[in-house]
């Protein structure tokens, strides 16, 4: 009976760093964060954010306090009472239409806390067919 050989260490990070595609359902990659993978990601997804959001905030003229980048498990990004935004690092990862969607619907939380229709509205203002990306972000992408 022969041993099987050990998988290197850089052939098992490929593996997890590589986005899979399963049908029409994209897996984004798993990454620990230590890695200097990670981190790398994680100013990707900070500097597409503070970009996106001083396009976006021309617009709607709100304010923010402070902008997070974490490694959530099940959402794409935050707002919290006090002003902060908080953005998933995968957002690097994504189409940069889906990323805008991410980041509108998170500055539009800072004039409506909820989902009402007055937020769908603000929503609306620069991204008109939300609906189509929101529905493509949430049956295409998954951690």
Request: proline share 4%.
């Amino acid at each position: 009976m022969s041993a099987r050989p050990e998988k290197s260490a850089w052939s098992r990070l490929r593996r997890t760093l590589r986005t899979r595609t399963t049908g029409s359902v994209t897996r984004l990659p798993r990454v620990h964060r230590q890695s200097a993978m990670h981190k790398e990601a994680a100013e990707r997804a900070r500097a597409l954010a503070h970009a996106r959001l001083e396009h976006f905030n021309r617009f709607y003229g709100f304010t923010y306090e402070r902008v997070f980048i974490r490694s959530q498990k099940t959402r794409w990004g935050a707002c919290s009472a006090k002003g902060n935004l908080g953005f998933n690092f995968r957002i690097a990862y994504l189409p940069a239409y889906l990323a805008d969607y991410v980041i509108v619907h998170e500055l539009c939380h800072l004039e409506q806390f909820n989902h009402p229709p007055a937020f769908w509205e603000l929503v609306a203002r620069t991204i008109p067919d939300h609906k189509a990306r929101r529905t493509e972000l949430r049956r295409r992408y998954r951690f």
